[in-house]
């Protein structure tokens, strides 16, 4: 499939791929909506804590990268694992211009997001672990292993099966009790597959170009 670099409304990159008109991040500004959904409406939740983090679609690294800068100024303890069934290469990952738009002294740090081992924990500072591992997401079988996902799958427009409930409900068996999962779409389908996981879901306001996202919470049990 046909790959090229673009750049977003916020000065960013990705990755868009024309055959399906869809794009790793959203086209109004990768950045800014990764900062929206997984940091402002995710992390900032956790805020204080050694917290497990998974994120489902590892992809070009922004998300990670993005936890990585800013846990680092609060030395907040992350245990990172990225899920990709397809990995981005090297090369393309360093046409990435997150990290002069981000931190620009941490260029090497994204580098060796891309470059070290799948299936292998790797520190990147004392209270940063980064474990990626090649996998599809219907085949993950965690259990209470985590206690915030960042879902940042392809759209429901092209892959609907990444947002069925059986999908969901292996979602919540992987958190914790009180973990969240956030993602930056909202449609009635994904909310109702995640009510029938058992989540608790609520509607919030989207990033830059987009009305609403959702966030999901695992209650105890």
């Given at each position: 499939m046909k790959?090229e670099?673009?750049?977003?409304?916020?000065g960013?990159?990705?990755?868009?791929?024309?055959?399906?008109?869809e794009?790793?991040?959203s086209?109004?500004?990768?950045?800014?909506e990764a900062?929206?959904?997984?940091?402002?409406?995710?992390?900032?939740?956790?805020e204080g804590?050694?917290?497990?983090?998974?994120?489902?679609?590892?992809?070009?690294g922004?998300?990670?990268?993005?936890?990585?800068?800013?846990?680092?100024k609060?030395n907040?303890?992350?245990d990172?694992?990225?899920?990709?069934a397809y990995?981005v290469?090297l090369?393309?990952a360093?046409?990435?211009?997150?990290p002069?738009?981000?931190?620009?002294?941490e260029l090497?740090?994204?580098?060796q997001m891309h470059?070290?081992s799948?299936e292998?924990?790797?520190?990147f500072?004392?209270?940063?672990?980064?474990?990626?591992?090649?996998?599809?997401?219907?085949?993950?079988?965690?259990?209470?292993?985590f206690?915030l996902?960042?879902f940042?799958?392809?759209?429901?427009r092209?892959?609907?099966e990444?947002?069925s409930?059986?999908v969901?409900?292996?979602m919540?068996?992987?958190?914790?009790?009180n973990?969240?999962?956030?993602?930056?779409?909202?449609?009635?389908?994904i909310?109702?597959?995640?009510?029938?996981a058992g989540?608790s879901?609520?509607k919030?306001?989207?990033?830059?170009?987009?009305?609403e996202?959702l966030?999901?919470v695992?209650?105890?049990s």
């Amino acid at each position: 499939m046909k790959r090229e670099i673009i750049q977003t409304n916020d000065g960013s990159t990705t990755i868009h791929l024309p055959e399906w008109n869809e794009s790793y991040h959203s086209k109004h500004g990768a950045i800014q909506e990764a900062y929206h959904v997984f940091i402002k409406n995710g992390l900032s939740l956790k805020e204080g804590q050694a917290i497990s983090i998974l994120e489902i679609g590892f992809g070009t690294g922004l998300n990670c990268f993005i936890t990585f800068v800013e846990t680092k100024k609060t030395n907040q303890e992350i245990d990172y694992v990225g899920v990709e069934a397809y990995p981005v290469a090297l090369d393309e990952a360093m046409q990435m211009n997150y990290p002069k738009e981000i931190a620009e002294n941490e260029l090497e740090v994204f580098k060796q997001m891309h470059k070290v081992s799948w299936e292998q924990k790797n520190n990147f500072s004392d209270n940063f672990a980064l474990t990626k591992r090649k996998q599809f997401f219907q085949d993950i079988d965690d259990e209470n292993a985590f206690d915030l996902i960042y879902f940042d799958a392809f759209g429901f427009r092209v892959q609907p099966e990444l947002w069925s409930e059986e999908v969901f409900a292996a979602m919540y068996k992987a958190l914790r009790a009180n973990g969240v999962l956030v993602t930056y779409a909202c449609r009635t389908s994904i909310k109702s597959a995640m009510l029938s996981a058992g989540f608790s879901v609520e509607k919030l306001p989207g990033a830059p170009g987009k009305r609403e996202m959702l966030r999901a919470v695992k209650g105890f049990s």
